[in-house]
């Protein structure tokens, strides 16, 4: 079968044709409008999804070199997500599939982030245990099946990628911050300056404590030198970067000795990060894992992760009808 894919469940608004084991196409339009505000504005979001959604699928369908009768079912990220932003995408996805009398299928956005791993190859065997780190999101997930995932940790305040754009915001840097500081780390001593590990419990994890000891790491820093960031920011990222690498590669090897796993993948936004996937390599080679990293393209969010889940659930089946609608938090 061939799937349309769409994904709007934040800023990116992404559409993309996937075909039995082919990505055709992965149309993803970023929103700069949210740079200036710090961070991602939901009644702006929602405004540029409108905007973006009709050319992205064009694109995406021409890419993909296929016609509109072609395509066999629409798959669409029903949520988690801003609710402005998702139903953009949803309502999108209802009115193609009327128009084309095509099923439905809706995706758990967070799942798609792991069946990402399905795109390429070498692809994990079940069952797996993925570290998804994203913006909103901090998860170790045992996959049993494609839609059979438990959580077994996961942050009990920020995100991974929360703490990594609300440092380079301390820092003055852009949004989003996480490429920033991984780009800055590679230039810098991860050693310069030892943030503290949160203690916390079983698979969970917090990194509110973190971010507020680097709010006042640099607060102190910066009265007694106003040019503190400027002279050690490759430091700082560097430092920084390796602490959040530290917390959550630490907890997934206690999990994957706990649960006897030894295929171990990352998922999300956060596992574009430099550090963290050379970390993963070196932890596999270390205790013999196979170890599952996509394509940069499939980390942060895009359409190509909700086709292809989408094409699974084809398989099953298991369709949705035209009554769905969005869903701000929604559990596997
Ligand atoms: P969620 O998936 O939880 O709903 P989201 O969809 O907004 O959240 P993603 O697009 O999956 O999140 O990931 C975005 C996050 O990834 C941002 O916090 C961003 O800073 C971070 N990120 C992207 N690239 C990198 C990188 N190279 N290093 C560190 N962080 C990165
Ligand atoms: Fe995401």
Redesign the pocket.
Same mark, same amino acid.
């Given at each position: 079968p061939v799937i349309l894919g769409i994904e709007s =469940?934040? *800023? @990116?608004t992404s559409a993309a044709v996937y075909s039995d084991g082919v990505m055709l196409s992965n149309i993803i339009a970023n929103q700069a409008i949210h740079e200036a505000y710090g961070g991602?504005v939901p009644e702006l979001a929602s405004r540029v999804h409108q905007q973006n959604i009709v050319p992205a699928v064009q694109q995406a369908l021409i890419n993909a070199k296929i016609r509109k009768n072609d395509i066999d079912a629409v798959a669409f990220t029903r949520g988690?997500?801003l609710l402005g932003s998702l139903l953009v995408g949803v309502s999108f996805a209802k009115a193609f599939a009327l128009a084309k009398n095509l099923p439905l299928i809706e995706v758990n956005?967070?799942q798609a982030?792991i069946l990402a791993h399905f795109i390429d190859e070498p692809k994990p065997t079940f069952p797996f245990l993925c570290l998804?780190? =994203?913006?909103?999101?901090?998860q170790i997930v045992l996959v049993k099946d494609y839609f059979d995932m438990e959580i077994v940790g996961q942050t009990q305040d920020d $995100?991974? !990628?929360?703490a990594? @754009?609300k440092t =380079?915001k301390i820092l003055g840097l852009p949004?989003?911050?996480?490429? &920033? /500081? @991984?780009?800055h $780390?590679r230039l810098g001593n991860p050693d310069a300056y030892p943030f503290p590990e949160p203690q916390i419990p079983g698979y969970n994890f917090s990194f509110s404590g973190l971010k507020t000891s680097i709010l006042y790491f640099i607060q102190n820093n910066v009265a007694k030198n106003p040019n503190f960031i400027a002279e050690n920011l490759n430091d700082i990222c560097a430092s920084v970067?390796k602490r /959040?690498v530290t917390i959550l590669l630490n907890k997934l090897t206690k999990a994957a000795h706990a649960y006897g796993i030894k295929d171990v993948a990352l998922? !999300?936004?956060?596992?574009? +990060?430099?550090? &963290?996937r050379l970390g993963l390599q070196q932890l596999g080679a270390k205790h013999g894992w196979n170890t599952f990293i996509p394509a /940069?393209q499939y980390?942060? *969010? +895009?359409a190509g992760m909700i086709a292809v889940a989408g094409y699974y659930k084809y398989l099953q089946g298991d369709f949705t009808d035209q009554h769905v609608a969005p869903l701000a938090r929604m559990p596997f």
């Open positions: =469940s934040c *800023d @990116d991602v988690p997500g956005h967070m982030h998804t780190v =994203s913006g909103g999101h901090t $995100a991974a !990628g929360e990594m @754009d =380079s949004y989003p911050g996480g490429p &920033l /500081i @991984d780009k $780390a970067e /959040i998922a !999300g936004g956060v596992s574009a +990060n430099t550090g &963290l /940069i980390c942060t *969010d +895009n």
